[in-house]
């Protein structure tokens, strides 16, 4: 396994990857810099591999859980155009950017998002 630092936004992602994960990433920037961030993602993976995306993500409603509505407000404070996402939204944004076979898990308010990249 290896893992690179750097601007995801500036920097090469390289490709083949097997695997990227977002953690913590997406609750930081507005709509449009996630889309391009998903886009380059996918494009990064080799054919069939995955992106896993953990963050803090509200229901449709932006109330609940209580925890993800409180790291909501949070985000809408401290940074410029970030927020948490709600997964519909995540979803939008994994299916226009080229992803499949997307999937769904929560634990309380944090929840895990996996696509695949198309063969």
Known sequence: MTSRQGDFFTDDLGSGHDLVLLSAVLCLFGETANLALLTKVRRSLRPGGRV????????????????????????????????????????????????????????????????????
Do not use: C, Q, Y
């Open 52 to 119: 896993a995306i953990r963050d803090l993500m509200p229901d449709e409603s932006g109330t609940r859980p209580l925890e993800a509505s409180l790291f909501a407000v949070h985000m809408l404070v401290m940074t410029e155009k970030g927020r948490a996402w709600p997964h519909r939204r995540v979803n939008d944004w994994l299916r226009e950017s080229g992803f499949v076979d997307i999937r769904r898990m929560t634990s309380g308010a944090a929840g895990v998002i996996t696509a695949r990249s198309l063969p």
